[in-house]
C-alpha cells in the first residue's frame, strides 16, 4: 500500500511566498497594497470616520442613519440640500474651515423635525465641527471655541466679522439677530422671535473683548436667568 506524503501547509506556504518561488519586487507590494485596502475596506465598514476623506463622507459616518440615540441628528443624502456658505471675513480668522448647511433630521423621542444645520469641514485636516441650531442648543463650544483670542486691526473689522459670524449662528433658525451694539469691551445683540405678545427676546449675547480681542462669548437666557459660558 503506497504512503501518503504529507506536506504541512507551512512549507507550501514558503513554496509560493518564499526562496523556491520568490515574488517580485512589484508582485509583492501589489499583494501588501491588496491586503491593505482589504483592511481599510473593513475598518471602513466599522469605522467610517476615520478614512473619510470628503464631506459626503463625514456627514455620512457622523450623522449615520443606523444610529439609535436619542437626541440624534442622521444624514439623508436625497434630502441634504448642501449649500455652500460665503462668508470671507470668518474665514479670514479661520481659513482652514468651509461652511456649509445641510438639511438633517433630529429624532428626541416622539419629536422628528428636519432642519438646515451649519457645517464646518477642514478638508485638509479631515475635521467636521456640527454646531446645533440655536433653537435646539445654545452650548456650542467647540465652535465658539475657533475665535476664542482671536485679535482684529479696529473695530471696523471686528464688526465685519460680527455680522457674518450671526449669519452662520442662526443657520436653521428662524427669528433675528437685533439690537447689535459695540463698545470697547463687548459686543451685545439679542436672539429675537414673534411671540404673542410681539417682539420677544430669546437669548442675549455678548461679546467680550480686550482691545478687540475675543476674550469670552456668554448666551444668556433671561427668562430662566440661565448662562452659557465660553473663554
Sequence with gaps: MAKLLFIPLFFLTVSVFGQGNPLSDSSQNDFEDRLINLRRSRDSMTNPIKYASTLEEFL?????ENSTKDGRWVYYKDNANIQKLNKPEVSKVI??????????TNFLGYHINSSGNLVLFDSI???????EPVWYSDDNKEFINLFIGKKFIDSTSLMSFVYEFQDLLKVGSTGKYENTVYSPT?????DTYKGTSGTEIWRHLEIILNDNRLTEFHSINPKMNERVIVK
Excluded at 125 to 131: F, G, M, R
Excluded at 186 to 190: G, R
Design 60 to 64: 455620512l459616518g457622523s450623522f449615520p
Design 95 to 104: 481659513p482652514d474651515y468651509s461652511f456649509y448647511k445641510v438639511t438633517l
Design 125 to 131: 485636516h479631515k475635521k467636521l465641527i456640527h454646531p
Design 186 to 190: 463687548k459686543v451685545t445683540f439679542d
